[in-house]
Each structure stands twice: as C-alpha cells, then as structure tokens.
C-alpha cells in the first residue's frame, strides 16, 4: 500500500522515452515504425527534431498528421497509430501509468491469424532477447511489416466491422494481464493523485510541514537504443 504522499514517480505518474523514428522503407514504400494500438493508456509525442508523421486510424475513419519540432501531439486509447518518418524524426514520448504503454498495453496490427492465437502472436513480436544486435534489428523489422499487412488490410476494408473484430481479439489477447496493469495504475498513477489530494488537505489546515521534505531528482536512461515499435528508444526509469 502507498502511504499518501510518498510517492517520487514522474509527476502524474507518467513515463517518458526518447525515440529515433526507424527510417527503414515498408511494402507500401513509407519509412517508419509499427502500427499498434493501446488499450488503456493515452500517449503523447513532443516532436524535439526532424519531420514526419503520425498515421492514425480510428472508428471515426484515417488521418495523418504532421509532425514538425514544437509539436505536441495525443490521441486515446483504441488509435491505431503508425509513425512514419520524412527526415530524421526524433520524439519524447510521454505516457499514462509508468510507461504501461511500453510495458504490455500495445497490440500490434498483426493479420487475424495471429491475433487469434496467443502463442503465435507472442513469437511474432516478441524480440529475442540476448541476441546480436543484426538479428534483433531482422526481427523487429519482420514485425513491422507484418503489422504493416494487418494494418493495410484494416485501413482498405469498408465498413466498422473490421476494426471491430480487431478491438475484440486485442482485448481478448491482454485480458490475462489486467491483474498486472491494474497493480501498476494503483502505485502509480492513482497513487500520484492521492499524493496530490493528501496535499491539499494539509494545505487546507494550514499544515505546510510536507514543504520541508521538497526533494530534487535526476535520471539518465537505464538503456540506450533499445529496438522499440516505432524506433530506437532511450528508456528511462518506469513507475516508483
């Protein structure tokens, strides 16, 4: 259990990554990452360099966004989203409950055959860890294209009915961690908010004892470079 006011995650309880957009060409001749949705958790890009785009696809239809230095960018959950790079695009990467959407909440737009069957879809995105980094730069790669099929398939087929079949296989694929996910809201985000409100009423009796604990904090990442599904990423300490 956290005790009101001890929480030292990000505030809000938020997460934050640094990404180099992949520049490597799909079937469909456009450069960049992975298309995948979250299901419980916004994201938000602050574009620091570069030029590209962000692909999105939703039950109100397909739209892409330009994406240019200063700009802020987030959609919720349930957005397919396909970042696609045009020159160099560099992206800090803010999200909702310690980095949940790095840390199990993404399901990739894999065809149908694999969303069906989790053994299968575990062994089509999951990147071998331990390996050299050639073979783990081919997998990932293989896996963005193949969500890249799944996700041409979605975008070209008329009708609702396509991507709702996809909601309900990703759901169906992250029902078993739902335990896990709620576990990191409580220590995290929720326990950012109780923090707050436990604030507040000491500030509303006129108790400003918790200003003396004031703290500074510095992280550098804990990993550089990691293969993500959009690019390269920085990553950086997740939850408490």
Known sequence: MVTPGEFTGLPGGVAVSR?????????????????????ACAEAYVVTGGRGAVQTLTASGYAVTPLVPGTVAWFTPGTIHRLVDEDAL?????????????????????????????????????????????????????????????????????????????????????????????????????????????????????????LAGAVVRVEQPLERGRFGMCGRLDVYRQGR
Do not use: K
């Open 19 to 39: 990404l180099c957009v992949y520049d490597w060409p799909a079937a469909d001749g456009v450069r960049g990452g992975t298309p995948h949705l979250h299901l």
């Open 90 to 210: 560099r992206i800090t990467v803010l999200m909702q409950n310690s980095g949940l959407p790095e840390a199990g909440d993404a399901v990739l737009t894999l065809p149908p055959r694999y969303l069906a069957d989790p053994e299968a879809y575990a062994a089509a995105t999951t990147v071998p860890a331990g390996a050299p980094e050639e073979e783990r730069e081919r997998f990932t790669r293989a896996r963005r294209d193949l969500a890249v099929e799944g996700y041409r398939a979605l975008r070209e087929t008329p009708g609702p009915e396509a991507l709702a079949a996809f909601h309900r296989a990703a759901a169906a694929l992250v029902r078993p961690r739902i335990a896990e996910w709620r576990e990191r809201w409580r220590r995290g985000a929720r326990a950012a908010a109780e923090a707050t409100g436990h604030h507040l009423d000491l500030l509303e009796r006129g108790d400003a004892g918790h």
